[in-house]
């Protein structure tokens, strides 16, 4: 094959892994409403804005 | 004066200092053992590289909670996430999609968002839930009170039936509906 | 003065009346709540910072200078304050409480002292004396500061 169809190649497998990588980074960036466990601490008050 | 915001709205948000640098962005809203209120939050970072990070913030260390940016004073009152949420309850599982029940064993629907009332503390007083055929809502997302202090597991909530004659379709009078249904629990309001 | 008018003002040399340079931006800083330095371009040399407290004047059409070697290289606090992240124009505007408050459209300063008078966003204008601080992601203000 020619060269500019593994340059292709190339750069859509690297494209596909960054893709990837954001996919998977956006999910572990995401939380949700959990419990701070025993000995959690309370909310007394932000400090005044 | 106090604001209602949504926990799925507050995830995400940019912590912001007041030298104004993004230092990262809200992960989980932790809540306090009983339920009732938010003792504090743990992050994560900014761009689309970014993951969680080891690191969290107490609920007297925020400064303001608004609805563009939390505000904190610096980068010094950031702490490392096990001072936020212990590793044991990290595992019990997140509020978000757990199912909720009445104490009389009626299903009421799955969690979609909790609802804060935020002042000087951010006040667990409601959750979103995609309804269940029990409330006659033709499974419409509804808007349901808590009580103040309320019993959590990961799996399942339970809820005082009476939660079910105080559910909103959507924020504004919320507050107001959770005012009632807390005054009927402690034995006042009309019949 | 506005920093959308002076924007582009020459500045110029009083030892002999030429031009060494045009304004490009303006640095803020948020301790004093006034300009600290310019940031310039088309200058003579490798320089292209002018400290406040060099100029001569700033005036409605031109900036001041007693000469050309007044003309620095950034360097520390100047540096930063003078970098493109911390551009005021442009910057989103953050209350205190955490509520944008706008992106800003220009601010208005004294051509005497280099103090910030306002800041003008799409939908505020806040008093220069708001400011408490300004970093990459945001200018952070207190409305409710006298």
Known sequence: MDWWVWLLIVVLVIGIAVAGFAWLQAKRRSGGVISGGPGARGGNGPDAA | MSVLM????????????????AVAQVKDIVYEGDGGHVGGFTLAGRGMFAGPLKVGLAWESVSALGSDALMIRDEEV???????????????????GSRVMTDDGTELGTITDVILDVTEVAD???????????????????????????????????????????????????????????????????? | MRFSEAKNHRVMSVGDATTVGRVRRFGVDPATASIAGLKLRKTPGEGDTLAWSDLEAFGRDAVTIGSADRITRASGHLER??????????????????????????????????????????RHEIPGTSIVGLGTYALVVDPARP
């Open chain 3, 81 to 122: 304050l003078l970098a493109k992240d911390h551009a005021v124009l442009g910057k989103r505007v953050l209350s205190v409480a955490g509520v944008d408050l706008g992106a800003v459209q220009d601010v208005d300063f004294d051509m005497a002292s280099g103090a910030v008078l306002t800041v003008i966003t799409d």
């Open chain 2, 124 to 191: 667990v007083i409601g959750y979103e839930i995609d309804s269940s055929p029990a409330l006659g809502k033709d499974g419409r997302r509804v808007l349901i009170p808590l009580p103040d202090t309320l019993s959590i597991s990961g799996e399942a909530l339970m809820l005082p039936s009476a939660a079910t004659e105080f559910v909103s379709d959507d924020l504004a009078g919320f507050g107001a509906a959770v005012q009632e249904f807390r005054t009927r629990l402690a034995g006042g309001g009309a019949t």
């Open chain 2, 78 to 96: 950031v702490e490392s996430i096990e001072q936020v949420v212990s590793r044991s309850a990290a595992r019990r599982g997140d509020v978000l």
């Open chain 2, 6 to 21: 949504r926990a799925t709205e507050v995830i995400r948000r940019p912590v912001v200092t007041m030298a104004g640098e």
